[in-house]
C-alpha cells in the first residue's frame, strides 16, 4: 500500500516509543523478581526464567511473566477480548468447519482428529474472525488459535481470513491478523497450500483499495503461514522472542550442516535483519495498534511524544 508519507520514518519513530516502553516494563520487572513472595494456590512455570509463578497471577499479567517478560501462548478469545473494546465484537462464519478432501489418514483419520480438536477446543477451527471496535476504530480482526491443530491453516482458516478481507473492503475497514500457526495443515494438501495464495491475492485487493493491513506476529508463526500473509503488513508486528520461521531450526541445522547463531529466527534477530517492522510488547498492543492506524488512516492524532499526523 502507498502512502503519502515516510513509513520507514514513521516505523522508526513508533518503535523508539516501543523501545522506551519496553524498558520501563524491564526495570518493572526487576524490582517484581527482589520483591516476589511464595505466591499460593496454582502453579505454572516459567518457560525462560524457569520462576513459579502463580496462575491468577499470569492471567491478570495477560499470561505474560511479571519476572523476565517471557510472553506465554495466549487464548484467541483472551485475545480479541484485549484488543477489541467491550461488546463490540461480532464474530463471522462461527459454524464454518473442515472437509476432508482427500479422506487423509495417518495413526488416526483427519475428521477424526478435527473431531477431537473441536471437543478439546470448544472451537470450530483454527481462527477467529469478525468485525469489531479498537479503541473506537472500526476493523476486521482475525486471531489464529494455536491449541486448535497448532493453528495449521487449512481450507477453513483461509476461507474465513478471505472473507474477513473482503468484507473490511466492503465496509472500508483497516485488517488486523494476528498468526500463531505451525503452517499448512498438511491433512488438506494442496488445498491447505492454495490457502496462501487465496489470502495473499485478497490482502492486494485490500492494498488497491487503499487500506491498511497489520500482520501482528505471535509464538509461534511458521511455514505456509510466515510464508504468506503473515509477512504481508503494511507494518509487520512481533511479540517479544516468538519463532518466527518457514522452517524451523533444527531441519535447517541438519540442512546446512551448520550451527545457527544464538536467537536466530526470534522476534528480535528478524528485526534486527529488517524482516520485522517493530517489536511491541502485549501490554502495550492495543495502544500501539491504534495508534499506528490512527497514523496510517491519516485519522488526526498526536500523543504530545513526537509522532504527528501526515499532511494530505
Ligand atoms: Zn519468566
Not at 523508539?16 to 517484581?32: A, D, F, H, R
Not at 507494518?235 to 518457514?246: C, S, V
Request: net charge neutral.
Amino acid at each position: 500500500m502507498k502512502f503519502c508519507f515516510d513509513l520507514e520514518m514513521l516505523i522508526k519513530d513508533l518503535c523508539l516509543n516501543e523501545e522506551i516502553k519496553m524498558s520501563e516494563n524491564k526495570q518493572e520487572q526487576k524490582s517484581n523478581k527482589e520483591k516476589r513472595s511464595v505466591p499460593l494456590g496454582v502453579w505454572n512455570k516459567c518457560d525462560n526464567c524457569h520462576e513459579i509463578l502463580y496462575a491468577k497471577e499470569l492471567n491478570q499479567n495477560k499470561k505474560v511473566c511479571a519476572i523476565c517478560g517471557y510472553h506465554f501462548k495466549f487464548d484467541a478469545w483472551d485475545r480479541i477480548n484485549l484488543l477489541i473494546d467491550h461488546e463490540t465484537f461480532i464474530e463471522y462464519d462461527h459454524e464454518m468447519t473442515s472437509a476432508d478432501p482427500i479422506k487423509f489418514e495417518d495413526l488416526k483419520m483427519y475428521k477424526d482428529r478435527i473431531k477431537s480438536a473441536m471437543a478439546k477446543s470448544g472451537r470450530k477451527d483454527a481462527v477467529i474472525t469478525g468485525e469489531g471496535k479498537l479503541s473506537g476504530l472500526k476493523l476486521g480482526l482475525g486471531v489464529m488459535d494455536f491449541s486448535f491443530l497448532g493453528g495449521s491453516m487449512g481450507s477453513v482458516v483461509g476461507e474465513k481470513l478471505t472473507r474477513l478481507i473482503e468484507n473490511s473492503i466492503k465496509e472500508k475497514m483497516p485488517v488486523i491478523i494476528v498468526s500463531t500457526s505451525g503452517g499448512a495443515r498438511m491433512q488438506e494438501s494442496m488445498c491447505s497450500l492454495m490457502q496462501m495464495a487465496k489470502v495473499s491475492a485478497t490482502l492486494a485487493k485490500l492494498s488497491e483499495a487503499r487500506l491498511p493491513f497489520i500482520s501482528v506476529l505471535a509464538d509461534p508463526t511458521t511455514g505456509g503461514v510466515s510464508a504468506s500473509f503473515a509477512m504481508l503488513g503494511d507494518i509487520n508486528m512481533a511479540e517479544p522472542n516468538a519463532l518466527i520461521a518457514f522452517a524451523g531450526p533444527r531441519v535447517i541445522e541438519q540442512t546446512i550442516r551448520q550451527k545457527l547463531p544464538e536467537g536466530f529466527q526470534r522476534t528480535e534477530f528478524l528485526k534486527e535483519h529488517g524482516m520485522i517492522d517493530m517489536i511491541v510488547e502485549r501490554e502495550n498492543m492495543k495502544h500501539t495498534l491504534s495508534r499506528t492506524l490512527k497514523i496510517l488512516l491519516n485519522l488526526n492524532y498526536s500523543d504530545g511524544k513526537g509522532v504527528k499526523n501526515a499532511k494530505n
